[in-house]
């Protein structure tokens, strides 16, 4: 998806490492994503930069596009991270310079993998289920990944558990002794959790990761905060389990991952390590070099957005400006 607002980072002293804060609700905000899509962007935020490796989380829907065209995205570049789609409702057409054309629909998951530079857009076809919803996440890619080469992967069965009153499907990473088939490149977990009912329920967590829970329908609550839909709880680290408890039917997204170190620029649609990795990918992506050209899609590129005036500072994972 294209990224055409400036990101911001939290305030913090330059060297500064503060601890972990604990939990920390997050509402998001709206952003526009191309002509006819809002979403609520949940990472980054200033109180909250990562999840693990998880530098971007936009989620969108439910939306009525019965009478409308529902995600139109022209062609755009990313570099230095991978894209994770997962829908609720909806279907979407992926295209990217690979040669790749694949609709996604719900229970099905899309992985792309930038690398040094890919292109690609997602498009609701002609003909499309009359609600939109889900969620599209970026990983940030560490070294020597993110300079390799650009892949894309459809996973058309993920797997999938219940326990108790939780169902449970596993995007990317590992939980409860199950693995996704989705590659990642850092110690990560995506999953579903859907509750079957009003009583609380467990999930084991890692004491070394991260982590974050996203509403994406349903009410919420854990540690005594309740949050809503489009709501991300971030949950700091130091967890054996996670404990919460939803109205039936509620989807939440449990994301986390080991604390990411590398330092990041990010920046419209690419993840570098300096200003200068930034402006070479746009000048690149302007001048029709490194990213292709995407299959069976005639709509012109997306042009990058004008670089800031200032120059463009790597910042940590909790936000600190370094160098």
């Not at 997204?253 to 419209?268: I, R, S, T």
């Not at 300096?274 to 001048?287: F, K, L, N």
């Amino acid at each position: 998806m294209d990224r055409t607002e400036s990101l911001p980072a939290q305030t913090v002293p330059p060297g500064a490492a503060p601890t972990d804060p604990g939990s920390v609700l997050l509402p998001g905000h709206d952003v526009p994503l191309g002509r006819y899509t809002t979403v609520r962007r949940l990472l980054p935020q200033r109180q909250r930069r990562m999840i693990g490796a998880w530098c971007f989380v936009d989620h969108f829907g439910p939306d009525d596009v019965a009478e409308r065209p529902g995600m139109e995205v022209p062609p755009h570049p990313h570099t230095g991270l991978q894209t994770v789609t997962w829908l609720l409702d909806g279907e979407i057409l992926h295209r990217d310079s690979l040669g790749n054309v694949q609709p996604i629909r719900p229970g099905q998951l899309n992985v792309m993998t930038s690398g040094h530079g890919i292109a690609h857009s997602e498009r609701s076809p002609a003909t499309h289920p009359p609600v939109m919803h889900g969620v599209q996440l970026w990983v940030a890619l560490p070294d020597p990944a993110r300079a390799g080469a650009a892949d894309f992967a459809h996973h058309a069965e993920l797997p999938g558990w219940r326990d108790g009153d939780l169902d449970v499907i596993l995007l990317v990473g590992e939980l409860g002794g199950e693995s996704s088939p989705a590659v990642v490149h850092t110690p990560l977990v995506g999953a579903q959790l859907e509750l079957r009912g009003s009583a609380p329920v467990t999930v084991p967590l890692r004491r070394d990761f991260e982590y974050g829970l996203l509403a994406m329908s349903g009410s919420a609550e854990v540690d005594a905060v309740p949050f809503d839909p489009g709501a991300l709880l971030y949950l700091g680290t130091g967890r054996d389990t996670l404990t919460l408890r939803a109205a039936p039917g509620s989807r939440l997204l449990l994301l986390g991952g080991a604390p990411f170190e590398e330092p990041l620029v990010m920046w419209w649609n690419f993840v570098g390590r300096s200003h200068e990795e930034v402006v070479a990918a746009r000048e690149d992506w302007m001048a029709g070099r490194r990213f292709g050209v995407v299959a069976d899609d005639p709509a012109p590129p997306l042009p990058a957005p004008a670089l800031p005036t200032t120059r463009l500072k790597a910042r940590n994972r909790h936000g600190g400006v370094l160098g």
